[in-house]
């Protein structure tokens, strides 16, 4: 084949969030010339010699060592020695030489190839959107339809200074996937691809040309779109866990009953990320926040809530609420530490070794737990697998990171948590599949019920707001009503909707067969589609969509697919909530 061929290669463009350490780190070899140097001077030549090292790096490791300090240069009789300063001296005998770094938070873009999952700068590709390609492109199926950072060819794309390293990854999403790479070949010749392209890259190009010289795939640019609208790929993928009903917290009472069991139960730690904050709350748990302070239990209280956006009678009710903790004594707040800042996320987690034998364990769901008067219809779900816990604690971590300053320390004891879980061995099976969804992963979700449901999809919320006609009532509209019943339920209306407008829309639902429900004290958030599938949020399905202004876990759900939970979840609730069991199909 030696005709010309313009390949287009499918992208995902990916912003990539992501922790480097900055500063000086020495070596080995510096710490051993700083020794030798603190026992007697010497010339960089014996230096050189004695090491068996070039006297090219020996002259630069002096250079950084004179750099901060540790040595000076001593010149007589025409020889030039070194020698350690009294500084150095003292470095010198340290097990390790200290070092001058920070943590510093970093932002990028880069497009990962479908194909081999390599990645590249944008700027050193052609990119097309699938809108502008050529009639009959010549368009490569996609083989992945997940993004996977890996810590390669990632990495070396990413921006950083010379005396910068990486460290680890804070959050990396898609940004883009209707996106193509134009490349052209000719023969076995790759064009339009940077130099450091992988071989295995080029060839697998090169391999499907020569498959088929004269496709035109028509296909292929629309399954790119297609799978990842209806397939749910979540961020840290599934893991397989054992769930059962009694792991299904409903109502108000059982989730402040089970918040103190979980402060009386934990051997060390208790975490606690609630939105919003409020003095009754507060008053009711101070008693058992304190009695864990006392058997000297970490408990760090989280709160996502921007009090600018606050009206003055909330504001005052935190202020209040803050000021029962400024009142205590300093051995208390020791252990019992309000945050100072907020984490700007709607999300409510529980996070403690509250387990059997000080397991750990973490709760998901809709309750604001410093703020709720456990009144109203909440649902929550415990989980107990380490790597699912290990997510949760990542996702906190991220939540709390400052901008520029150094890490709290609560974001390291949960960056120690999260790497204490994710080293436990990973189950190989069970009976459910679990996985822990961010924000836009929420509608997703909605996609894949809408496409993969048989019998019936229920979602329920609190608020019924305008944003529910694009992330619920239009997806659910497409589901073939023939087979699949639909029912929506909210507790009240969003400012901006008024009754008239909300009965407008239940006519409307109503026609294409779709039921909404309104019930008092709903502030649960749950979604089941089938006997098989939920997922458990404080994602507010009927009323928010996914905003990108918001930090990444602004909304944090958890979603399981396996046997013997749906049904139990939709009676208890249904009990609770005093509604007919009819309304959610239960089941006796």
Request: aromatic share 8%.
């Amino acid at each position: 084949m030696t005709a010309r061929v313009t390949v287009y290669v499918p992208i995902y463009k990916v912003r990539a969030d992501y922790i480097v350490k900055q500063g000086r780190t020495w070596s080995a070899f510096e710490h051993m010339v700083l020794w030798k140097l603190a026992q007697e001077r010497a010339t960089s030549v014996e230096l050189a010699e004695l090491s068996g090292v070039p006297l090219r790096l020996v002259v630069e490791c002096l250079i950084e060592l004179i750099g901060v300090g540790w040595v000076d240069i001593h010149a007589s009789s025409g020889r030039v020695a070194f020698e350690a300063t009294a500084s150095g001296k003292k470095a010198a005998a340290l097990k390790k030489l200290p070092e001058d770094t920070r943590n510093l938070r970093r932002r990028d873009t880069l497009c990962m190839e479908r194909i081999t999952m390599s990645f590249f700068q944008p700027e050193d590709l052609t990119l097309i959107h699938k809108d502008k390609l050529p009639e009959n492109a010549f368009v490569l199926r996609p083989r992945v339809f997940k993004l996977t950072m890996s810590p390669t060819g990632s990495v070396d794309r990413l921006y950083m200074k010379e005396d910068e390293t990486f460290e680890e990854w804070v959050d990396h999403r898609i940004t883009a996937q209707r996106l193509f790479a134009s490349v052209q070949i000719s023969g076995d010749q790759v064009e339009g691809l940077p130099q450091y392209t992988s071989p295995e890259f080029r060839q697998a190009i090169v391999e499907a040309v020569i498959v088929a010289p004269n496709a035109g795939d028509d296909a292929a640019a629309d399954e790119v779109i297609a799978r990842a609208e209806t397939r749910l790929e979540t961020e840290d993928g599934y893991s397989y866990a054992e769930v059962t009903t009694d792991d299904l917290i409903v109502g108000g009472p059982a989730h402040l009953s089970e918040l103190k069991r979980v402060l009386s139960d934990a051997k060390s730690f208790v975490v606690v990320h609630t939105c919003f904050v409020g003095t009754e709350a507060v008053r009711r748990l101070l008693p058992d926040l304190e009695a864990a302070a006392k058997r000297k239990v970490r408990v760090d209280l989280l709160w996502g809530q921007r009090n600018e956006e606050l009206n003055e009678e909330a504001l005052k009710d935190f202020r209040a609420a803050k000021a029962m903790f400024d009142k205590l004594s300093p051995h208390t707040k020791s252990y019992l530490r309000f945050a100072e800042t907020d984490t700007g996320s709607h999300a409510k987690i529980v996070l403690a070794d509250s387990g059997p034998h000080g397991s750990y364990e973490a709760y998901v769901g809709s309750c604001n737990w410093l703020s709720s008067l456990y009144k109203s219809v909440e649902v929550s779900i415990r989980l107990r697998e380490p790597h699912v816990v290990a997510t949760l604690a990542s996702a906190l971590a991220f939540l709390r990171i400052p901008s520029s300053t150094k890490w709290t320390k609560d974001v390291y004891r949960l960056a120690e948590l999260r790497n204490e879980c994710r080293r436990a061995n990973a189950r190989s099976d069970g009976p459910h599949r679990v996985a822990v969804l961010r924000d836009h992963e929420h509608l997703a979700a909605v996609r894949e019920a809408r496409d993969g449901a048989n019998a019936s999809i229920v979602a329920v919320c609190d608020l019924l707001g305008p944003a529910g006609e694009t992330s619920v009532f239009v997806p659910m509209r497409a589901t073939d009503r023939n087979q699949v019943a639909v029912t929506l339920i909210h507790n009240k209306l969003a400012k901006s909707v008024s009754q008239e407008e909300r009965d407008r829309a239940a006519a409307a639902l109503a026609e294409v067969g779709i039921k909404l429900f309104a019930v008092d004290q709903v502030h649960g958030k749950f979604m089941t589609w089938d006997d098989d599938a939920l997922l458990i949020t404080s994602f507010n399905w009927l009323a928010t969509t996914s905003n990108p202004w918001k930090p990444r876990g602004a909304e944090i759900g958890v979603i399981v697919k396996g046997p013997g939970l749906v049904g139990h979840l939709k009676n208890k609730f249904s009990e609770i909530a005093g509604i007919g069991s009819d309304i959610l199909g239960c089941q006796a």
